[in-house]
């Protein structure tokens, strides 16, 4: 870890960096988390301003079980991005993630993926990390593949999604130790 500013700098790759958020993040957490595109296979969002002081609030104080962070391109918030044990006794754990549309189709979901296996193998300590995507949801499909991810499967009426139960690809990595 590193400081840049004010913020703590959890991982770093070449173009995206993941670190904890700060209260100031509000207005830029806000502009995508209250974009309904960035929230169309998501199960909150659009968020309200009250959604988002409490999505911020919630994670100004770190955890030791999982790291919710703030997706930093050129300075800028540009997302969230999250890994966090499922189970501690197992070794396993969960990432997900969400960019701004503006951030779309330049490669920073992939590296923000391998930057969260990183973090729940070297710091989590996970063996295996896992994650799920509506299954129309085919950018990010492309995303979990990119990073060594298998489809394990399709988990139906995995979750309620704009009032409709939709089905979810699984995906998993099992890390190196």
């Not at 593949?145 to 009426?157: A, C, F, I, P, Y």
Request: with cysteine; glycine share 10%.
């Amino acid at each position: 870890m590193h400081v840049a500013g004010d913020r703590c700098i959890v991982a770093s790759g070449e173009r995206v960096s993941l670190g904890w958020f700060l209260p100031d993040d509000f207005a830029a957490v806000h502009a995508f988390a209250s974009d309904p595109r960035v929230c169309e296979f998501m199960t909150w969002g659009p968020n309200s301003s009250a959604d988002t002081h409490r999505f911020l609030t919630e994670r100004l104080t770190p955890s030791a079980n999982d790291y919710q962070l703030a997706v930093i391109v050129r300075g800028a918030v540009i997302g969230s991005a999250a890994v966090w044990v499922t189970d501690a006794q197992n070794q396993v754990g969960e990432l997900g993630y969400s960019l701004s549309p503006a951030a779309w189709g330049n490669g920073y979901a992939t590296e923000v993926a391998r930057l969260l296996i990183g973090i729940g193998r070297d710091r989590l300590g996970l063996v295996r990390i896992a994650a799920t995507c509506d299954v129309d949801n085919l950018a990010s499909s492309k995303v979990l593949d990119k990073v060594g991810m298998v489809r394990e499967g399709t988990l139906r009426s995995f979750k309620v999604v704009r009032g409709e139960r939709r089905d979810h690809h699984v995906y998993a990595i099992i890390t190196p130790q």
